[in-house]
Nanobody, 125 residues
Framework: QVQLVESGGGAVQAGGSLRLSCAASGRAFSGYHMAWFRQGPGKERDFVALISWSGSSTYYSESMKGRFTILKGSAKNTVYLQMNSLKPEDTAVYYC??????????????????WGQGTQVTVSS
């Protein structure tokens, strides 16, 4: 089976930056596309960004575009989320997810086969 482990969360002041990491492992992991979702207090778990296995294609939620960047590590089993100009509204648990296939429904949670346990990001004003 595939295992996903997030790290890099923490507490920052508004306007600051964080870089989240997600490390994937598993015998059949090759070829999986990876994404980030987040869930704020009292809110639903929403799509943040997706990167294809090769790293050649990326997709972003409109509200994060320009501030957040998703990228793959050189080994392609690690994905990062660089978060800049953070706002208190970005406070949430951030989850890594993986899927073998995606289409126009990449923003839906049901697309993804595997999920990490999440890492907390807290942004203070």
């Amino acid at each position: 089976q595939v295992q996903l482990v997030e790290s890099g969360g923490g507490a920052v002041q508004a306007g600051g930056s964080l870089r989240l990491s997600c490390a994937a492992s598993g015998r059949a992991f090759s070829g999986y596309h990876m994404a980030w979702f987040r869930q704020g207090p009292g809110k639903e778990r929403d799509f943040v960004a997706l990167i294809s296995w090769s790293g050649s294609s990326t997709y972003y939620s409109e509200s994060m575009k320009g501030r957040f960047t998703i990228l793959k590590g050189s080994a392609k089993n690690t994905v990062y989320l660089q978060m800049n100009s953070l706002k208190p509204e970005d406070t949430a648990v951030y989850y890594c997810a993986a899927t073998k296939f995606f289409s126009g429904a990449y923003y839906q949670r049901s697309t993804y086969d595997y999920w990490g346990q999440g890492t907390q990001v807290t942004v203070s004003s």
